[in-house]
């Protein structure tokens, strides 16, 4: 059975860093690539980042383009999300989630989230 | 402001069908497939549809999708109270390089 475990969701000062994590179970990880997606309170989905397979590409939403870093261990079948120079809108609960098959244009299993909230 | 186009909000009784629309362009809709994800309050959203019209395993065929042009269309028929949710419908938009989603519906059973 596929499974997501998102961790690393805190409260945190506008301008600081948090590191979310990924732990994958039930799929072999480096077969698939994986993403994260947010959702501020009360707000939509909103796609943040993208990483192929094997890690060769990265993709970034503009609005957290040159702040956050998205990377993966295969080995750990982990996947991470370095956060810096937060803002009070990166507040959200985000979630890790995997593409389906080799091209495929949707997320076919989700992680059940976690919070970040960026406030002084 | 989305780059998918959905209404806020759509409602319907039990037993009766509901539409929900979701509007793109060629560079999303038009020339990828749209997927559609189920989301109760408190919860990760779920995959419901996927290439447009594909149930994954699991999921009753009460559900439905379709696409034309750059337009895309989640049907849900025999409504059921537990069908109270936010509906999302999503993409990859080739221009963007970039996932996009809609706004979010929100479907109300009366």
């Known amino acids: 059975e596929v499974h997501l475990l998102e961790s690393g969701g805190d409260l945190v000062q506008p301008g600081g860093s948090l590191r979310l994590s990924c732990a994958a179970s039930?799929?072999?990880?480096?077969?698939?690539?994986m993403g994260w997606v947010r959702q501020a309170p009360g707000k939509g989905l909103e796609w943040v980042s993208f990483?192929?397979?094997?890690?060769?590409?990265?993709y970034y939403a503009d609005s957290v383009k040159g702040r956050f870093t998205i990377s993966r261990d295969n080995s750990k079948s982990t996947l991470y999300l370095q956060m810096n120079s937060l803002r009070v809108e990166d507040t959200a609960v985000h979630y890790c989630?995997?593409?389906?098959?080799?091209?495929?244009?949707?997320?076919?299993?989700w992680g059940q989230g976690t919070l970040v909230t960026v406030s002084s | 402001q989305s780059v998918l186009t959905q209404p806020p909000s759509v409602s319907a009784a039990p037993g009766q069908k509901v539409i929900i629309s979701c509007s793109g362009s060629?560079?999303?809709?038009?020339?990828?497939?749209v997927s559609w994800y189920q989301q109760f309050p408190g919860t990760a959203p779920k995959f419901l549809i996927y290439d447009n019209n594909k149930r994954p395993s699991g999921i009753p065929d009460r559900f439905s999708g379709s696409k034309s042009g750059t337009s895309a269309t989640l049907g849900i028929t025999g409504l059921q109270t537990g069908d109270e949710a936010d509906y999302y419908c999503?993409?990859?938009?080739?221009?963007?390089?970039?996932?996009?989603f809609g706004g979010g519906t929100k479907l109300t059973v009366l």
């Open positions: 999503g993409t990859w938009d080739s221009s963007l390089s970039a996932w996009v």
């Open positions: 039930g799929f072999t990880f480096s077969s698939y690539a």
């Open positions: 989630a995997r593409r389906g098959i080799e091209g495929a244009t949707n997320f076919d299993y």
């Open positions: 060629s560079s999303n809709i038009g020339n990828n497939y």
């Open positions: 990483i192929t397979g094997s890690g060769d590409s990265t």
